[in-house]
Structures are given as C-alpha cells and as structure tokens.
C-alpha cells in the first residue's frame, strides 16, 4: 500500500483476507464490511459526520484501488455514507434545526447540512442502525429464499448455472411445497455446478448435470432460469460468472424467463463503458483450460480465461432481492433508496 493508505489498517487487513481467501463469498465479505464500520464508528477518532464520512471515503479509494472487481465492500460502505447522512439529520431535527418547505418537499435538506458540527448522540445512533443493517444482511438469504414457493411450480424444469449458496437455499426452500427438476450446468472449468447438483440431490430434489456446450439443446425444455449473480449495475446488467451470458442468450431464444437472486448489496451506482471490458473483468491461470503438460501448442495460442460475463438488462427477466421482484429498468430507482446520489462517484 501507498502512503495515501496509512492509517488503514482495518481495510488493509480486509483486502489480505479476501485476495487470499480468507473471506469467501460475497455474504462473509459482507459481513466482514460491516464489522469493520462498527468497529470505525465506535472506536475511530473523529468528532463529526463530516470527518467519519471521510474516513469511509478514504476506505473506499483503498478498496478500489485494490480490490477493482469486489463491489460488496464499497457497496456497503456507499450504503453507511448514506445511514450517516440520514442519521445526522434526525439528529439535527431534534437538536431544533427548522428546515424549510421546499427542503421538505424537494428532500435536499442533506446536501445543505453542515455535517461538520458535533452532535452528542450521533455515534450512539449511528451503531443502533448498523445493529439493525447487520440483521439485514444476516437475514438477506432466507428472505430471497422464502419467496421461492412463489416463483416456482410444480412439475417445472429449472436451470441452473454453477453454484450459488442464495440459490441453493432457494430451490431447497421450494423444495418444501414443491416437486419439481433442476438442470444444473456445471460451469467449465471451475465446475462449481458439481457441488451444487450433489447438494440439490441429496435434499431429495431431481437433479440433472450437464456440460456448458449443452445448454442451448436443453433450453427447450426448461420453465424457468434461476441464476446468482456477483454485481446488479446501475443499468440492469450483471458482472456474473463466465458462461452466464450464453445460458441467457439461449433462454431469450427459446423465450424461458431469467431470474437472477440478488442481494441488495450486490447492487452498484457504477456502469460498464464501451472502453471498460478489460477493466471490467478478471482473468485466471489458463492451466485449467490447457495443461502445461500439452508442451509446445501453448507457444502458438493465446488464451484467455476470463472469471466474468457481461449480461446486458435486455437479457434478463426479474431481479429478485429479499424486498420482492423487480424488472432490470427499475434498478435506478432502487439504488437511489440505498445509496445517496453525491456517493456514487468517490
């Protein structure tokens, strides 16, 4: 880390853990996230929301410099910023701050605070919030899971892509009111989908493994596509796991719905330009595609194993988070409920 980042130890610590993984998934990181910011709100020095505002914007800079792929951390964070700006604001209400009526109506009384003065009760405040935030996340899953005896019907054929813990725990708690077949596809090379079938198997539910290069031949038959996802973008897109963008192209073809299981965490105020595929993406070791035992030919290919695909909000049907379902075109609306909009860009 540079000298810009001193002082960060806590969030150093974080980026250790996730580049070695340490902390695995995007849950753990979440949590992880905001044990970190109880941690800075309730030990930190700082005297202001202007200064622990700071501080957090401070982390977030430390966070994408070394972490460009991991949304969740500053995504939470971006969320905090948020929490703060509301709580100082009650805080001021009931310090007898007057507010006027076109404040109230146009709602832009928190860019005219001034967040540097002290309020006594803000850091209690502030904690009782993330206590509850912390709930939130700790209860993110079973919420998405519990609205699965809802999307799904009996005798259906559900596709699957690798694996994903927010959709194990939905089709298990489907399971439950529900006979239905699951076509897991298992993800080449990581075959992450291998672990996924054997659990859904094991709960008793009909599970089907195919290769990737099978998916478009199987996409006739299927009811329903139910996917996770690593990153929502602000236009309705998603960062998801390479081969996801093939599954949805083929589930448009044959008209089959894609359903995408999303954590509001998941959720970014950032887009992807025509100029960002590279910085957009993450690349692995191409051992898992050819072998260094394949000698010579290594010398004459260039290989590219990209972890993500791109998959533009045309190509999917519903996003599904533990407040309900929306359509990829409302996704604007939702990030302006979680993040503030002078947070978006730090």
Request: aromatic letters at 6%.
């Amino acid at each position: 880390m540079t000298a810009d980042f001193e002082g960060l130890a806590d969030v150093i610590k974080l980026v250790s853990d996730i580049k070695h993984k340490v902390l695995y998934g995007s849950h753990a990181i979440a949590l992880r996230t905001e044990q970190v910011l109880e941690a800075l709100i309730s030990q930190g020095t700082w005297n202001s929301a202007s200064e622990l505002m700071e501080l957090i914007r401070q982390r977030i800079k430390c966070i994408s410099c070394s972490l460009p792929n991991e949304a969740t951390v500053c995504n939470i964070m971006r969320h905090v910023l948020k929490i703060i700006r509301e709580e100082f604001e009650v805080a001021s209400k009931k310090k007898g701050d007057s507010r006027s009526l076109h404040h109230i109506v146009t709602g832009s009384s928190t860019d005219t605070l001034d967040y540097s003065e002290s309020l006594l009760n803000l850091r209690a405040a502030l904690l009782d919030h993330l206590s509850e935030y912390r709930t939130e996340l700790e209860t993110s899953a079973e919420n998405i899971a519990a609205q699965a005896s809802e999307l799904i019907h009996s005798d259906e054929t559900i596709l699957t892509f690798g694996t994903s813990k927010t959709v194990k725990m939905f089709l298990k708690s489907a399971s439950k009111k529900r006979t239905f077949n699951v076509i897991v596809v298992e993800g080449a090379p990581q075959y992450l989908g291998h672990s996924l079938a054997a659990s859904l198997a094991k709960s008793g539910i009909q599970t089907t493994l195919i290769p990737d290069s099978a998916v478009f031949a199987m996409m006739s038959r299927v009811n329903k596509v139910i996917i996770g996802t690593h990153t929502v973008l602000a236009n309705g897109g998603l960062r998801a796991s390479s081969g996801i963008h093939g599954v949805a192209l083929a589930a448009k073809h044959y008209s089959v719905p894609v359903m995408v299981l999303s954590h509001m965490y998941k959720f970014t105020p950032l887009y992807l330009g025509s100029n960002d595929q590279e910085a957009f993406n993450a690349y692995a070791s191409p051992a898992s595609l050819i072998p260094f035992s394949m000698g010579q030919i290594l010398n004459k290919v260039e290989i590219t194993n990209a972890v993500f695909d791109y998959v533009p909000p045309e190509l999917v049907t519903l996003l599904i988070t533990h407040q309900g379902g929306n359509s990829p075109s409302y996704v604007y609306r939702l990030l302006s409920e979680v993040y503030h909009p002078n947070d978006y860009d730090i």
